[in-house]
């Protein structure tokens, strides 16, 4: 069982990145999936998160209108849509699976059943 983040890199302060997240050993379409970041130096900081359906999701006030979170069941993927990059957006980038709903948002790794190796984002100014 494992998820795998994919398409990081380094982008220029204005530009995108789409990063992808592959599941593997359990499908997605049960599962909540949230995305969370943690920069140089400080902690874990919640992005995103869609539901089952892919119909509803949520955002960090700090990435609306910027990011968005979309999901593929049948390719068993989650996607990231990064516009309008700042360099306060570097950081690594973790997919994960919540235990519950309730913990779609947490920054605490133990509510999370599923969470990947992580992929680096670098915005540079």
């Known amino acids: 069982v494992q998820l795998v983040e994919s398409g990081g890199g380094l982008v220029q302060a204005g530009g995108s990145l789409r990063l992808s997240c592959a599941a593997s050993g359990f499908t997605i379409n049960s599962w909540y999936m949230s995305w969370v970041r943690q920069a140089p130096g400080k902690g874990l900081e919640w992005v995103s998160a869609?539901?089952?359906?892919?119909?509803?999701?949520k955002y960090a006030d700090s990435v609306k209108g910027r990011l968005t979170v979309t999901r593929d069941n049948a390719k068993n993927t989650v996607y990231l849509q990064m516009s309008s990059l700042k360099p306060e957006d570097t950081a690594v980038y973790y997919c994960a699976a919540p235990r519950t709903r309730l913990g779609l948002s947490s920054t605490n790794r133990d509510d999370y059943e599923y969470w990947g190796q992580g992929t680096q984002v670098t915005v540079s100014s």
């Open positions: 869609i539901n089952t359906g892919g119909d509803s999701t």
